[in-house]
Each structure stands twice: as structure tokens, then as C-alpha cells.
């Protein structure tokens, strides 16, 4: 790319006003809900095969999970993303910081240095899932008859799975967040010695 490129995919980003999104809710947990169906369908066999009576558990625990599937299949999150408003940063920037007092208002009696260290680690990664959790749900949004309303709750972003917030995000980035080439930034040289 050259730097023309650049700035005119910078430019592209600015003017964006919003990226059409369709997620599966729950397509990170569907691999392992239809592998335990298949484990409980295979127990169901050999049961029937080694002259068993079949438990009427296991048949309802498999319709109990070809219930959950179907109805993961079929839970889709849609909306659009939208640029976040310098309201909406300062919105998440507060979110954070109450995060961050909440959780370390009672922090736990911690003997030596790696309890601390892991305990800051903790606390940092709670507080930066929640401030992703603001995050998505400030930009994610539909539009009805009165313009544009948030998607999700905060509680209902928090609680989608973190690696659907990470694609959220990561989409996000792409479509709105521009890079250093693409605001015309470059290194500065360095002096020959």
C-alpha cells in the first residue's frame, strides 16, 4: 500500500457511519454441545447393544441437548456497529474506573508478592472484560422509527461469550479505528550516527 492508499482507507474509515453485523450467539459453545450429544447418543447405544434396558434419562438428557442446539442454532445477535461518541468514550471511561474501585475495595489478604501480582492480573483482566462489555455495548445498535437504540444491556454484552465481545471488538477496529499510516503518521528518521 502505498501512503495515498493509506490515507484513502483512513478517509473510507472516517466516513463510515455503521457495519451491518450478524453473530451467532453461541458458536463457540455449539462444537462441544454437539460432541457431548454425540457422546450421549453413543452411551444410549451401547447401552441398547450390551442388552441394557434404556434409561429414559439419557434419551431425555439427548432431547434436552438437541433442544439447547437447535435453539443455539437460531440465536443470532444483530445490529449495527456505529462509531462510539466522545459521550460514549467518556461513558466507558467512567464504567472502567467504577470497575476498577469496586473491584479493589475489598481486596483479599495477600502473603506473598505472586498472590499480589496474580491478584493485580485479575483485577485488570475483570475490569478490562467489563469495560469491553461497555464498549459493544455502546457501538452495537439498531435502528427503529425513532433513529438508533442500543442493541444489548450492559448486562446482556457482559454476559456473551468473550470471544464473541473479541470479534465484536475486532470488527469494530477495522471498520472505525485508523492506523498510524492512515492518519499520515510516520516514524520520525533517525539520525545517522
Given amino acids: 500500500?502505498?501512503?495515498?492508499?493509506?490515507?484513502?482507507?483512513?478517509?473510507?474509515?472516517?466516513?463510515?457511519?455503521?457495519?451491518?453485523?450478524?453473530?451467532?450467539?453461541?458458536?463457540?459453545?455449539?462444537?462441544?454441545?454437539?460432541?457431548?450429544?454425540?457422546?450421549?447418543?453413543?452411551?444410549?447405544?451401547?447401552?441398547?447393544l450390551f442388552g441394557f434396558l434404556k434409561t429414559?434419562?439419557?434419551?431425555?438428557?439427548?432431547?434436552?441437548?438437541?433442544?439447547?442446539?437447535?435453539?443455539?442454532?437460531?440465536?443470532?445477535?444483530?445490529?449495527?456497529?456505529t462509531p462510539l461518541t466522545v459521550a460514549d468514550e467518556q461513558e466507558c471511561d467512567a464504567h472502567y474506573i467504577y470497575a476498577m474501585r469496586r473491584l479493589s475495595k475489598h481486596p483479599p489478604e495477600l502473603?506473598?508478592?505472586?498472590?499480589?501480582?496474580?491478584?493485580?492480573?485479575?483485577?485488570?483482566?475483570?475490569?478490562?472484560?467489563?469495560?469491553?462489555?461497555?464498549?459493544?455495548?455502546?457501538?452495537?445498535?439498531?435502528?427503529?422509527?425513532?433513529?438508533l437504540r442500543r442493541v444489548l444491556t450492559y448486562g446482556e454484552a457482559k454476559a456473551l461469550d468473550p470471544r464473541i465481545l473479541v470479534d465484536l471488538w475486532n470488527t469494530y477496529q477495522k471498520a472505525f479505528a485508523l492506523t498510524e499510516s492512515e492518519l499520515g503518521k510516520s516514524r520520525a528518521p533517525i539520525p545517522a550516527t
Fill in 1 to 48: 500500500m502505498t501512503v495515498d492508499d493509506d490515507l484513502e482507507t483512513g478517509l473510507a474509515k472516517l466516513a463510515g457511519r455503521e457495519v451491518p453485523i450478524r453473530i451467532l450467539k453461541a458458536q463457540y459453545q455449539l462444537p462441544a454441545l454437539k460432541l457431548q450429544l454425540d457422546g450421549v447418543s453413543q452411551s444410549g447405544k451401547r447401552r441398547w
Fill in 56 to 81: 429414559r434419562s439419557k434419551s431425555d438428557e439427548a432431547e434436552d441437548l438437541r433442544r439447547t442446539i437447535a435453539k443455539a442454532e437460531d440465536d443470532w445477535l444483530v445490529g449495527i456497529l
Fill in 111 to 147: 502473603s506473598t508478592v505472586e498472590d499480589r501480582v496474580a491478584w493485580a492480573e485479575a483485577l485488570n483482566m475483570t475490569a478490562n472484560h467489563s469495560v469491553l462489555a461497555k464498549r459493544i455495548e455502546c457501538a452495537l445498535k439498531v435502528r427503529n422509527k425513532e433513529g
